[in-house]
């Protein structure tokens, strides 16, 4: 048998035993690996997500788990002898190949997702070796943008607030964008909510607008930008639900004064420019309503706004020397509002004591009791200081 030739100083078996040692899978063993690609997913709701696991090598006798989040309020995702609805693994029975599908996404199953192998021991299963971990981000698009205006309807004159509302969109960066008639209007306050991160997000904007009586046919709209929508979602307001106009009152008489003595004398009033059309007219004479006069047909204006239009015939009789006719106005519930004018004779002296070029629709504030109380107490009291001051100068 011929002898073991030296290489340098090592035998040749040797040699041999320490190649097939360095050689990747020689004598029948391999590395252990767990592959779980590092990156971000990002699905939509109602779509499945499918999460990538994998391990090489020879591993040791033990489950794969899947978990969302980390350290010890991570939850479990999936194994092998849970019940989890929507989780199912994509290659069944395999020993290799853990990769599992998620179904029906929604909004709260964005997070941080690692596949984890464990070793059986006595007693439980010990954790060796984890996934690098998978961030998964749920694209949920902005609910439809909803509108409100003010309680109740606001006159024209100071800034009234209008609300722009949308909820459960993901991710958090959203643009709300606010138009007056397509003019782009400025400073909108917005907020989105949770402020410091959550699986998906709320919005309210809010935007001031000065009301004009043009505001009738005018609207507002609340657009809003997100990456998850090809195109703005918009909501339009239309301002007529929010606006109330005053009318403005003109009495008249036809024909003008002054009137001959017992001549037949039309007075007419006209409701101008009001919305919105709830409005009545009524005819006072001297303070007392009457059951009388005659209204035309509700007109609507080019702007939108409303005219109401009565007219009250009466004779001019000498009783009615210098009497008051008031036409009066309760629009939208709101407190009633009045104009007045006189009938005046042509040949006729005005009664004592009353003003005939005056319209005095209701009681003189001379004649209220309170008053002349204020101004007697008022009159004590200035008398009682100047007492005051005159026996103090005396000491």
Not at 49 to 72: E, N, R
Request: proline share 10%; hydrophobic share 35%; aromatic share 8%.
């Amino acid at each position: 048998m011929a002898p073991s030739t030296p290489v340098s100083g090592l035998s040749l078996p040797c040699l041999v035993l320490l190649l097939l040692l360095e050689i990747p899978g020689a004598g029948g063993s391999q590395e252990f690996q767990l592959l779980e690609p590092r990156g971000t997913v990002w699905v939509s709701p109602g779509e499945t997500l499918t999460l990538s696991c994998s391990v090489t090598g020879l591993a040791p006798p033990g489950p794969v788990k899947w978990f969302k989040g980390s350290g010890s309020g991570r939850q479990l995702v999936y194994d092998q002898t849970g019940s989890f609805p929507r989780v199912t693994r994509a290659v069944s029975g395999s020993d290799t190949d853990f990769t599992i599908r998620i179904s029906d996404t929604r909004p709260e199953d964005a997070g941080i997702y690692r596949c984890v192998k464990f070793r059986k021991v006595s007693g439980g299963d010990k954790e060796i070796r984890s996934g690098a971990g998978t961030a998964v981000s749920v694209l949920a698009r902005p609910s439809f943008p909803s509108v409100s205006g003010p309680p109740g309807r606001a006159e024209p004159g100071p800034s009234v607030n209008f609300t722009c509302t949308s909820g459960g969109f993901s991710p958090r960066d959203i643009n709300v964008t606010w138009f007056k008639n397509w003019a782009k209007l400025p400073d909108p306050q917005t907020w989105v909510q949770p402020e410091n991160g959550g699986v998906s997000y709320n919005m309210s904007s809010t935007v001031g607008v000065r009301l004009t009586p043009g505001d009738v046919r005018s609207q507002l709209t609340c657009r809003i930008q997100h990456s998850t929508s090809p195109f703005p979602l918009r909501e339009t307001y239309y301002l007529s639900a929010a606006l109330r106009v005053p009318p403005r009152l003109r009495v008249g008489t036809d024909p003008a004064a002054p009137i001959a003595l017992n001549e037949s004398v039309t007075f007419t009033c006209r409701a101008e420019g009001f919305y919105p059309k709830d409005a009545s007219l009524t005819w006072l004479e001297n303070g007392n309503e009457m059951d009388l006069g005659k209204s035309s047909p509700l007109a609507e204006n080019p702007d939108g706004t409303y005219t109401l239009q009565s007219s009250l015939e009466v004779k001019a009789t000498e009783q009615r020397s210098q009497s008051a006719f008031t036409c009066r106005v309760v629009h939208n519930s709101q407190p009633p509002v009045g104009a007045c004018e006189m009938l005046r004779f042509s040949q006729s002296p005005a009664e004592p004591g009353k003003d005939p070029t005056s319209c005095d629709t209701g009681q003189s504030p001379f004649s209220s009791p309170a008053l002349w109380i204020g101004l007697f107490l008022e009159k004590v009291l200035t008398a009682a200081f100047l007492l005051f001051l005159f026996l103090r100068s005396k000491q």
